[in-house]
Structures are given as C-alpha cells and as structure tokens.
C-alpha cells in the first residue's frame, strides 16, 4: 500500500507517461512524413564521400535497391521509400564495388578521402574492415544530429500539445492531492497500463514506426487521457466557474496557469521511455517489488 505522497506522485509519472505518448507519436508522424532518417542519412554520405553524384551511384547498386522499403500510401503505384538504415558492411561492400568497377571515374575528393581511409590496407578484407569502421564512426555523429533535431521537435511538440491539453501540473496535482478517490482510480489505471505494455513489448521497440502504427498510438494515448479522472482540456460555456479547465481571465491565475503548463512541457520533453521506465519500478513498488526466485530452481 503506497503512502498518499507516494500515490500522487506515482499519480502524476502516469500523466507525464501519456503525454510523454501522445507527444512522440505525433513527432515518429512528422519524421516519417519528412523523412527525417532517410534525408539525414543522404546528406551524410553525401559528406562523407565528398560528391552527390557518387551517393547516387551507391543508392541504385543492387545491394541497395533491394532494402528499398514499398510505400503503403501508394499501393497502386511503384513506389518506395529511401533507406533509413545502411549498414556498414553493405556500404563498404558497394563502395569497393564501384571502386573496382569506376576507379578511374571516381570524383577528385572521393579519391583523396579513400586514399587516407584505406592507408596501410594490404588486401581486400583489410580495406572492407577500414571502411566499414570509417562508416561507423561517422554513422556515431550522424546518430548526434538526428537526436538533437529530434529532440528540439519534441520540445516543439510537446509544448503545443499540452497547451492544447491544457496539461497545467499545477491543477492536475491539486486534484490528486486532495482526492483520494482520484488517486486510487489513476493508481489502478497505472497499473493495468504498464502490464498492458510489458505484454505488448512496445516498450522495446527499436525500428522506426509505420506512419499507421503511429496513428494507432496516437489514438490509444489520446483515449487514455480522456478516460483519467483529472482535468485536461479547455471549457468555456459547459463548467463551473471554479472549474480548473476553464481559461484563466485574471492575471495571477494565468501566471499560474502558464506555469504549471510550462512545468508539464519540461516533464513531457524527458521522452516516454523515461516515464515508462519510472512507472515500471513504481508499479514494482506498489507491489511489495517482484516475487523472490523459486528456491527449487536453485537447487
């Protein structure tokens, strides 16, 4: 049995944990939309060769066509998307290719990087080996980018998101401190979720969403906030006038208001696999932690 300080704050990871949701799945909707990993990893190789014409080559080898991913928009037609993902052995592959087949052809400054790249190299397999590690390194920076881009999009996202919510940790913590009702009920729903997704494995997921798998979550986080007993949303004819969803008029309470939005947008940034991390152990606590280890299967 948790403590009243320990439930509340329990309580408020929950909602952090499915804005936290809805916020990134709206950001895996935009970056699918403008292919972001696809576009970043053409500008990379593109730097990393020193020549446009020299990507294009690598991205219509056969080893690359064939990762080409279909588009499920456009089913009817002959389309696909670019590769999100190259790995380095496959670059390294069509990359001696090419140089075996267009050595003589290849651009100036592709010939100068190659040229330090593979000094030292006595034999094919060695001059794959530099390659492939020359690949990974920039591949590191390249991980950097993304992030940081990603990450300035979901601050973006987030704060738009709980302005439309009207996510004000201020309020919603009120009503959880002071209704144990309230706190019960999340604290039950808390607990259905994280088994529910402990069940599913979303939490582990590595590959990059379908635009349509993000639209389902979407949905489902969209759902579950709709069904938490604590005010989010905006009212203006069809509430009370103390109610906490109605928009502020006086200035002290706006300020509030704007701080405790600006305080949820600062918890949501923090990503959903943070919060999903931290409700897990919460849950665990909540259960007396996991069962010990059967004694049998020691012996």
């Known amino acids: 049995m948790l403590t009243p300080a320990l439930q509340f704050a329990v309580s408020l990871v929950f909602v952090y944990l499915l804005l936290s949701a809805l916020s990134s799945a709206i950001q895996e909707i935009v970056a699918n939309l403008a ?62 290719d090419l140089r ?13 990087v190659l040229a330090t790249v593979l000094k030292g190299a006595a034999t094919a397999d060695e001059e ?23 990450n300035a999009w979901l601050w973006v996202i987030s704060a738009l998101v709980c302005v439309a ?20 009920a999340m604290s039950d729903a808390e607990k259905n979720y994280a088994n529910h997704k402990v069940t599913e494995g979303d939490a582990g997921a590595t590959t990059p969403p379908e635009i349509k798998d993000e639209l389902s979550r979407v949905t489902k986080a969209r ?19 103390d109610d906490p969803r109605r928009p502020p008029t006086a200035a002290y309470p706006m300020l509030l208001t704007f701080i405790g939005i600006l305080i949820t947008v600062l918890a949501v940034s923090q990503g959903a696999p943070f919060w999903f991390d931290l409700l897990q152990k919460a849950v665990n606590l909540r ?13």
């Open 35 to 96: 292919k972001w990993r696809s576009n970043t990893l053409e500008t990379a190789i593109t730097s990393l060769l020193g020549d446009a014409g020299l990507k294009d080559e690598i991205y219509k080898h056969p080893l690359v066509k064939g990762i080409l991913r279909p588009s499920w928009l456009f089913t009817k037609v002959e389309r696909t998307h670019q590769p999100s993902y190259i790995s380095s052995a496959m670059f390294a592959q069509v990359l001696q």
């Open 100 to 112: 075996a087949t267009q050595g003589a052809s290849l651009p100036a400054a592709t010939k100068t």
């Open 287 to 299: 259960l007396a932690g996991d069962l010990p280890p059967d004694s049998r299967a020691q012996q």
């Open 128 to 150: 794959k080996e530099k390659i492939e590690n020359w690949f990974d390194d920039a591949m590191d920076n390249v991980s950097g980018w993304y992030k940081r881009k990603a």
């Open 223 to 241: 759902d579950s906030l709709e069904k938490l007993p604590v005010p989010l949303g905006w009212c203006e004819e069809d509430c009370l006038p």
């Open 165 to 184: 919510l009207n996510a004000d940790t201020i309020s919603v913590g009120k009503i959880l401190w002071n209704d144990p009702t309230v706190r019960a």
